[in-house]
């Protein structure tokens, strides 16, 4: 089963693989082409239609990697630029040569830099141009630009990383226009240069207002800088300067955590201070930030700030010491859990879960037995769940032994979450104790832990307690340990004999509820034998046990009750055995149709008919859409009829579009179904027979479109022949399609002269010539010998998918013209001969090029001819 | 490998240490449901149109939380956003700021929650970091890569907490989807496929007149120059000034819960291979449909898909022994094998419900912690989506380095970054 899905998920992937290589054609273009599109271009404005722009992308794609062809569309967008080329002309050139222009574009857009119109295209084109004339550019064009430019060409050298600019910059901090002036301030700061940062310090001491914020930001910038250069002491004193009290909140916080991001133990002494503020945001960052600093004498800080921290901020400070790898952190945590605010034993409860250790494992278990509130609990089992070391388990085991109830209760079901398997032995002690809760929760987890140390006390616990609760927890219980556990014992055996000896039908019943877990052919018939017993309680019992069934095997029994019952409540219950087992076994589509076939015709209730039909819409058939089209005509379940016949119609496109496309068609005619016409649309519009008309291929009376060695093919009464019955031919010899073709149906009509036993042929398709070489490599269909109807390939020299030959000899004329018909679609290949399909082939090698020309195949050999014609193509979308 | 965990135990780990619901406690709140003045938390929005409209009444309930502006530059939508605030508080007290400058210039507000069009997104949440204001913004968080990458040193730098609007990482389907896929619970996943819908197409346009009470210039930012035309103004999402498509627009969920789930929040992809079908004559930029293959270092494949209905969108993790996929619209869980659905804990709660992501949000502000969609792994998320609209323009697989963020192809190189109109700045 697990294998089969994970071919359904290549098969998946490979389709969408498919889709990526077919549909990718890119198009070409001369320089010749490229210099009349952008000639062309020069006038383009609103309203008129956008295609040109499309191929003016399509050129940029196409010239990427052509050098030569690149600098003739770099040229022509230049003269473009020149000439009086409309506004939106323009801007779009400008964002095309954001992608491609050279230095060449420099020039031009440096002009345009000055003038209003065309600045910010220009700017468009440069901000990330690659080459240093740009830069040159953009610092020659700063003096003279006007305004909005010049804050644009300041923000685009900032952002450049320009450091030959840094001069200009500093001057213009003192410009008149106070938008220029914090511009370049901004820019040093991203600059960061040394020369730059001392400019800022010292302008930022007496300016005021917006400019000084600016200014702030930017020599935070700066001490980053110093800070990367390994200038840590320099990084350092500028975040202190700005953490001082006279600063604005958030430039505070933003030293702080700006200090605390350098990672470098000199940074937290600010933090110790921030913890000490009275602003609860700084404290809190400070705390939340402490993890950038990984040195231990930080969390010798935390350790201490915790012991006379407010309740609140110990919250926070266990999180943040819950977050180091430090090994002091336990002890910590673990005198946090006894604190007096609730808050704070909460939060270091959580924290122990990534902290502590086996110790810790203890203390949460014996915390269970001190009356915690609800949220206490929650909390405790989410860390006993999580905690990881040496040890846990056992210590948890451990407090399970000596646990009161509630907390015992409690604890198994953490051992059973935990997995440990270990424990099956003190479980199974627990599971006769005299509280039944405690006793049920050992069986639930005796289940969900797959582990029993003997199933026959289990089965004695279901058959004999006096607690029914308990009796369906065993149950259970060895359902569980049965299907999903490790026991080696076989239960099936041992239900079967305990069966016999029983004698009261709640007993028997009891048993026969566990049997299908251990499905095997003497359970289902033990069923089937008591489905028909006197005791109407047993039949009852091993009719609804049946319709548990896991397995495919039950299904005809069960479609036999459905059919035969005279209560009507098991007819349903049968059914939907029935559909359940349709559903979620790997049944072939075949078998499955076949069964919801009969069970359709059995149907007496508009339910039954509903229930057969949400099953029947999963199935990937044809014929099951004819059932549910059927189905459509019934006025009392159309609804679920067309609704299956959408999903059906879906599934079943890429087996059988024309079909499929049909029937979402019929649910479109239809208007009541209003709302299922988006999707029916979709399947009616993603036929890929949809508008295609067939094409020959061949005239009957020229090569046209083909190419071959024309001493060997040759055209006789319309048909293409080669090879000769008058002597050996010589070798391969192929006739090819000029074109090549991926996804297409092909059908043409062919003969094979020779004797069977040698005579050998067929039809190239996805195929490529060797070069230097007659032979050729690709699919082929075959002709000839063992091998008609077969899909051989010419690359691995083997035959992928071999045609079912007594069947084929039914309809295939050995001397006659048969009906070749090749349907490639996405990575499916199914080929028909005179109606009859001899292969389905899905190709999982994704490597396997899925594109190619059609050849037609002489092969070399004894004497054989081999004759071609009505050659009819229809390529698919 | 065996992992079974109970349904319980499963629960409790994907809601983590969450077990300190700080909100709920009684503590927090006054009599009568008021709130001391230092635990409140003063908001305001910045862009308040539909999704604002949607989002805020998941916000409100919030007792600590007091909204006290709103600002967008379409006069309609102003009035709307601040009579959706009063009408709450019933009063008058809510001030609606044209320009979002003067929001962020008042410091009672704490923190804002932008629903601006993507092109706001990242300049207005950095605008707000300097300002001192913690941010949950819409996604995507940004136009360029270099947008986010600069949101991110921002909010690194300023101490800000910021929360991105991929809301689907506080929904229980996707942490429970997310969590199977990180268990082993399918087998080594080897392959994620992310489905978003296919983007319209549009004949051409003229220009119009500006609608009364629109700031058309301030509308359109840091974005290049356009004329008004209605399909840009309303269409935004698809011309790649403005927006990127769906593959950005919704394709940064999915791609944000990929990351989670194949536990690579901290890098991303290093190849794309990808086509599109650019309708000729199409108005809008973006292509119809597209198909991204992005591939790890170590060989998964993220395969982002735009294609079908709005309804069709879907998530899937597919390991070596079964899958698990979550359907957006309806928000259902399915996988293979079936038996993985047992471990699930059932909430009602879909992706249209943000209120536990502004929870996460609204905690982080107190405690100043990484929120559940931090700077970085959202930028991470949003880069993939990024690239693969770069993929597609310049139509050519690409290599990106994830540690450098630099591609190997200089083309590709250079649109990590725009321009962007003066006065704007990152």
């Known amino acids: 089963m697990i294998y089969a899905n994970r071919i359904k998920n290549m098969i998946v992937v490979a389709m969408l693989c498919v889709f990526l290589a077919s549909s990718a054609s890119a198009q070409s273009f001369t320089a010749e082409q490229i210099a009349d599109t952008l000639k062309q271009f020069r006038t383009y404005d609103y309203p008129a239609d956008p295609t040109v722009t499309d191929t003016i992308e399509n050129i940029v794609r196409f010239v990427g990697d052509k050098p030569q062809l690149r600098a003739v569309a770099e040229q022509q967008m230049i003269a473009l630029l020149e000439s009086g080329a409309t506004i939106r002309a323009r801007q779009f050139v400008c964002h095309q040569l954001w992608i491609i222009a050279t230095d060449k574009s420099v020039p031009t857009l440096e002009k345009m830099l000055l003038e209003k119109d065309t600045a910010e295209m220009a700017c468009y084109a440069l901000r990330t141009h690659p080459f240093d004339a740009a830069s040159r550019a953009l610092r020659e064009a700063l003096s003279r630009a006007g305004d909005p430019t010049k804050i644009s060409i300041i923000n685009i050298l900032g952002d450049r990383k320009d450091t030959a600019s840094v001069d200009q910059l500093i001057a213009l901090l003192k410009s008149d226009s106070e938008d220029i002036a914090q511009a370049a301030a901004i820019s040093l700061g991203t600059i960061g240069t040394d020369k730059g940062a001392d400019a800022i310090r010292k302008a930022r001491a007496t300016a005021s207002g917006k400019m000084h914020v600016a200014l702030t930001r930017s020599w935070l910038r700066c001490a980053e800088h110093y800070a990367s250069n390994n200038r840590i002491g320099d990084a350092l004193a500028i975040y202190q300067r700005l953490f001082n009290e006279s600063e604005s909140l958030p430039v505070r916080r933003s030293a702080l955590v700006s200090a605390l991001n350098t990672g470098r133990s000199e940074a937290a002494r600010l933090m110790t201070a921030a913890i000490e503020q009275d602003d609860p945001g700084l404290r809190a960052a400070a705390i939340a930030n402490s993890s950038l600093l990984k040195d231990p004498e930080v969390t010798g800080k935390l350790i201490s700030a915790l012991k006379t921290a407010q309740s609140n901020t110990q919250v926070l400070l266990v999180e943040a010491l819950g977050r180091r790898d430090d090994p002091l952190v336990k002890n910590a945590i673990t005198e946090a859990t006894r604190a007096t605010d609730i808050d704070v034993r909460i939060a270091a409860y959580d924290a122990l879960a990534h902290v502590g250790d086996a110790s810790s494992a203890a203390l949460l278990c014996n915390a269970l037995n001190q009356n915690p509130t609800e949220r206490q609990v929650d909390t405790i089992l989410a860390c006993l769940r999580r905690i990881s070391a040496d040890g846990v388990d056992s210590a948890i085991l451990e407090a399970l032994k000596g646990a009161e109830a509630p907390a015992r209760i409690l604890l198994i079901r953490v051992i059973s979450d935990r997995r440990y398997r270990s424990a099956s032995g003190t479980l199974h002690g627990l599971m006769g104790d005299k509280n039944p809760a405690v006793a049920k929760a050992a069986l639930r987890a005796i289940g969900a832990l797959g582990a029993c140390q003997g199933m026959g006390n289990i089965i004695d616990l279901m058959l004999e307690s006096s607690d029914a609760g308990i009796r369906s927890e065993a149950a259970a219980a060895i359902i569980a340990v049965t299907r999903y556990g490790q026991y080696e014992e076989n239960t099936g055996q041992l239900i079967l004999r305990r069966l016999k000896k029983v004698d009261s039908a709640a007993e028997k019943c009891s048993l026969m509820r566990i049997l299908p877990a251990t499905p095997g052919e003497e359970s289902l018939k033990c069923l089937q034998a008591a489905s028909k017993d006197v005791n109407a309680q047993i039949r009852d019992c091993a009719v609804r046990a049946m319709a548990r069934y896991p397995e495919p095997t039950a299904v005809e029994a069960l479609l036999d009750i459905f059919e035969t019952t005279n209560t009507p409540a098991h007819r349903i219950v049968a059914l939907q055995g029935c559909i359940r087992l349709c559903r979620t076994t790997d049944m072939p589509a075949e078998r499955a149709v076949k069964i919801y076939r009969q069970a359709m015709q059995q149907a007496a209730t508009a339910a039954e008919e509903k229930l057969i039909l949400s099953g029947l819409a999963e199935v990937a058939h044809p014929e099951a859409l004819k059932i549910a089209l059927d189905a459509m005509q019934h006025q009392a379940v159309k609804a679920e009829a067309s609704l299956a016949v959408v999903a059906l119609a879906q599934k079943v496109l890429g087996i059988d579009p024309h079909t499929a496309s049909a029937a979402a068609q019929q649910v479109l005619n239809d208007s009541s179904l209003a709302g299922l016409h988006p999707r029916a649309r979709t399947i009616v519009d993603a036929n890929p027979f949809k508008g295609v008309e067939p094409v020959s291929l061949f005239d009957g009376e020229t090569f046209n479109g083909w190419e071959g060695n024309l001493e060997v093919f040759r055209i006789e009464d319309g048909a293409v022949v080669a090879g000769t019955l008058q002597g050996p031919v010589v070798r391969n010899e192929y006739l090819c399609s000029v074109k090549d073709y991926a996804n297409f149906e092909l059908r043409l009509k062919v003969k094979l002269l020779g004797s069977p036993e040698t005579a050998n042929a067929g039809i190239q398709i996805r195929s490529r010539r060797v070069a230097g070489s007659n032979e050729m490599v690709g699919y082929q269909a075959d002709m000839g010998q063992h091998y008609w109807g077969s899909l051989y390939c010419e690359r691995r020299h083997k035959v992928l998918a071999a045609a079912n030959r007594p069947e084929l000899d039914k309809v295939l004329k050995l001397e006659g013209w048969n009906d070749y018909r090749i349907l490639c679609h996405g990575r499916r290949i199914r080929l028909w001969i005179n109606g009859y399909q001899t292969v389905d082939y899905t190709e999982l090698d994704e490597s396997i090029e899925q594109t190619g020309v059609i050849g037609l195949q002489i092969h070399g050999g004894p004497a054989a001819q081999t004759r071609y014609r009505n050659i009819i193509i229809r390529v698919l979308k | ?426």
């Open chain 2, 1 to 426: 490998m065996d992992k079974r965990i109970s349904r319980r135990a499963f629960i409790k780990r994907a809601v983590g240490s969450a077990a300190v619901p700080f909100f709920v406690s009684a503590a927090a709140l006054g009599k009568g449901g008021s709130v001391a003045a230092s635990e409140r938390l003063v908001l305001a929005t910045i862009g308040h149109g539909g999704r604002c409209s949607r989002v805020m009444p998941h916000f409100l309930p919030y007792k600590q939380v007091q909204f006290v502006a709103v600002s967008d530059v379409r006069g309609d939508r102003l009035a709307a956003g601040k009579a959706q605030v009063d009408q709450h508080y019933g009063n008058k007290d809510c001030t609606a700021y044209p320009d979002f400058r003067k929001l962020l210039a008042r410091d009672d507000i704490d923190a804002v929650y932008i629903a601006t069009g993507d092109r706001w997104h990242s300049t207005a949440s950095i605008m707000a970091a300097r300002a001192g204001k913690d941010v949950y913004s819409e996604k995507p968080m940004s136009l360029t890569i270099q947008e986010s990458r600069a949101l991110v040193e921002t909010m690194k730098r300023f101490g800000t907490v910021y929360q991105c609007g991929h809301q689907r990482r506080s929904v229980d389907s996707y942490r429970f989807q997310t969590e199977v896929a990180r268990s082993g619970l399918i087998g080594k996943v080897h392959t994620v496929i992310a489905q978003n819908w296919e983007n319209p197409v549009a004949g051409p346009q003229g220009p119009a007149p500006v609608p009364d009470g629109v700031d058309w210039d301030m509308w359109l930012g840091p974005t290049p120059w356009h004329p008004f035309v209605p399909a840009r103004f309303n269409g935004w999402n698809y011309f790649w000034d403005t927006g990127g498509g769906t593959i950005i627009a919704m394709g940064c969920h999915y791609t944000d819960i990929a990351q989670w789930g194949l536990d690579t929040d901290d890098t991303g992809p290093v190849h794309y291979k990808g086509t599109a079908e650019f309708v000729p004559g199409n108005f809008y930029d973006v292509p119809k449909s597209a198909e991204v293959t992005c591939t790890y270092a170590d060989g998964r494949k993220l395969i982002v898909l735009s294609r079908h209905l709005f309804a069709n969108r879907f998530i899937r993790f597919i390991g070596e022994k079964g899958w698990i996929q979550v359907d957006d619209e309806t928000n259902v869980v399915t996988a293979e094998p079936r038996s993985i659905l047992k471990l699930r804990g059932i909430s009602a709660k879909s992706w249209a419900n943000p209120g536990g992501h502004i929870e996460d949000f609204l905690r982080c502000i107190r405690t100043r912690q990484e929120t559940v969609c931090s700077p970085e792994k959202s930028h991470r998320a949003t880069t993939i989506g990024h690239i693969a609209n770069i993929c597609l323009r310049l139509g050519r697989e690409l290599n990106w380095d994830p540690k450098t963020e630099r591609f190997d192809d200089a083309d590709a190189n250079r649109m990590i970054s725009r321009a962007m109109r003066p006065p704007w700045r990152l």
